[in-house]
């Protein structure tokens, strides 16, 4: 069975992400391995990452990552699956680990409107071409957004940022 564990990161920093996921991998792996008596690695490779254009598709890697539970069937309803984030997002339950991304903010004048509008977004399902456009880009490191965003990605790190 493979797992997998879906981030939605706003960096402050540049290597912040990586600094964050080695250290997670890290320690995680010292857990695993002396809670569970054993060694070695537990994943393959590096993570695999996209930049999202944040004004159009943050909202969809949300509902995206939220959803991948029940399409997985592993449960009902997003708020049934243990690690989902979507209690904090849909039912304005508290998580210290959760800072909410400013296009979620925008989705209401307070917490229980932001909460109502948000739930509202799990009435339809996501676009199968929008699902299938974010793996592509998480699966090929590229960029998760239109064109010209892509450019301008591609302009600064100096490399091909889509397909």
């Known amino acids: ?59 969809a890697c949300y509902r995206y990552i939220e959803m991948n539970p029940v399409r997985a069937k592993m449960v009902t309803h997003p708020a049934k699956y243990r690690w989902s984030s979507y209690r904090a997002n849909a039912q304005s339950e508290f998580s210290h680990l959760i800072t909410p991304h400013a296009q979620y903010l925008s989705l209401g004048d307070t917490d229980v409107s932001t909460a109502e509008v948000y739930r ?18 998480t699966n090929g490191d590229y960029v998760l957004g239109g064109s010209r965003f892509a450019a301008e990605i591609e302009a600064m790190i100096g490399r091909r940022a889509r397909r």
């Open 120 to 137: 509202e977004l799990f009435r339809s399902e996501l676009e199968t071409g929008l699902v299938e456009q974010i793996r592509a880009a």
């Open 1 to 59: 069975m493979t797992n997998h564990v879906h981030l939605l990161i706003s960096p402050h920093e540049h290597s912040s992400t990586s600094s964050l996921m080695k250290g997670i991998g890290q320690r995680y792996v010292q857990y695993i391995n002396r809670t569970y008596g054993r060694s070695g690695t537990l994943w393959e490779g590096r993570f695999r990452s996209c930049l999202v254009q944040s004004d159009s598709y943050v909202l």
